[in-house]
């Protein structure tokens, strides 16, 4: 996972706002790449984690000139979406294991893992199908 949110950087670091001190660029630089990190961590372990890429735009826009900011959302949008689309096909392969989606009655996450591509544990499999004809699929 760490592959991508420091190719994520890669591409949006040039673009980061120099200030011309030093001590403040690094730290600019940090704050973008901790938030990267954060983002690809949460997508990756929190099966519902809604709309990151508005998240991560938000928390590191301010680093970045306003001609520049539509760039970084395409930027952002584009390599979230690849790493989606990788949890989702195959989680193991990018050394994801990824939880069951469904709650306790208490509220409490379900902790067994998820089978690849359904998003539920073998226990709670029969909610796959009830949530998609929520969703109207």
Known sequence: MNKFSRNLFRELAPAIVRTGNPERDAAERQHVLEQCELVIQRIATEPHFKDPERFLFKAIRTRF?????????????????????????????????????????????????????????????????????????
């Open 65 to 137: 000139l306003f001609q520049d900011q539509r760039w970084v959302r395409q930027v952002i949008d584009r390599r979230l979406g690849e790493f989606k689309l990788l949890v989702l096909e195959d989680p193991e392969a990018i050394g994801v294991t990824l939880n069951c989606a469904a709650y306790s009655s208490r509220g409490r996450p379900c902790r067994k893992q998820a089978i690849p591509g359904l998003g539920f544990c073998e226990a709670h499999q029969d909610w796959a199908g009830v949530e998609a004809e929520a969703v109207g699929v």
